[in-house]
């Protein structure tokens, strides 16, 4: 994210003054949403429209499987869906007003395992995951409607599982940026220690900040818990812009007074 710092000069009477105008840099943040398995990008307009409001330029897709492809809902796999989002990714940062150096991706249950796993491939500079799944790597080829025929899935998400026994969880012990974590009280499907192992593995992280939102079940039901959600999720990415603005902010200032000083500004 960069800002434009450049010296103007205003004229007043038969004189002029000095100034310096900053401004932000023509390109802007991007936000990618990726819904959950059965969701669709339905779900993540409002909160699009809202992060749009912030100033950033946001995507929202069907994964393969849903919607206009949901003949392929009984056979696309892991894979595949993770196909669909680096494509997805690779559409918004070429996107001449977006700035590659400054996306975001939030990712939702089964959603969130594939934001997870992208960081791996594509540069992501803040991740956000609601009550993100995790699977068990062997099968990766496997129709993903078929890895809840696994007696043991239940188990898995119930038990400790290190970062380095996991496709998803090595991604997110190899991030870097920030990341926002958000579980649900009362989730049935993604239990609390599935939170706890994604916590874990993101000790890398430059921050990571862990929001549970009371009365909320794994597919936020209640509009009270969806509106609780949208102001954490909107709260954060404006913090996180906006921080990231006024750091860049700076840096440009310091660059001025540094080449004044040396005689060259």
């Avoid at 089964?110 to 803040?126: D, E, K, N, S």
């Amino acid at each position: 994210m960069d800002i434009r710092i450049d010296p103007v000069d205003i004229a007043v009477d038969a004189d002029q003054v000095s100034g310096t105008l900053l401004a932000p840099a023509t390109a802007l943040p991007g936000v990618l949403f990726v819904h959950g398995w059965g969701g669709s990008q339905e779900h993540d307009l409002g909160r699009a429209r809202i992060a749009a409001g912030l100033g950033c330029v946001c995507l929202t897709f069907d994964l393969r499987g849903h919607e206009r492809t949901s003949a392929q809902w009984e056979t696309v796999s892991r894979a595949q869906n993770l196909a669909d989002l680096v494509a997805a990714y690779d559409w918004l940062a070429a996107r001449p007003e977006v700035d590659p150096d400054a996306i975001a991706v939030v990712g939702i249950s089964y959603g969130g395992y594939l934001a997870a796993l992208l960081t791996a491939l594509r540069p992501v500079r803040w991740l956000a995951l609601r009550s993100p799944a995790l699977y068990k790597d062997e099968g990766w080829e496997l129709a993903k409607r078929r890895l809840h025929e696994d007696p043991d899935l239940p188990a898995f998400r119930r038990r400790r599982v290190d970062w380095q026994d996991n496709r998803a969880l090595r991604a997110c012990h190899g991030f870097t940026g920030d990341v926002l974590l958000v579980e649900a009280e009362h989730d049935q499907t993604v239990p609390h220690t599935v939170g706890e192992n994604y916590a874990a593995a993101f000790a890398r992280a430059r921050s990571l900040t862990k929001r549970r939102i009371a009365g909320a079940d794994h597919a936020f039901s209640g509009k009270p818990e969806q509106k609780a959600y949208t102001e954490v999720l909107v709260g954060w990415l404006t913090e996180m812009v906006r921080g990231a603005r006024e750091r860049a902010a700076g840096e440009r200032v310091e660059e001025r007074k540094r080449a004044r000083r040396a005689g060259t500004g």
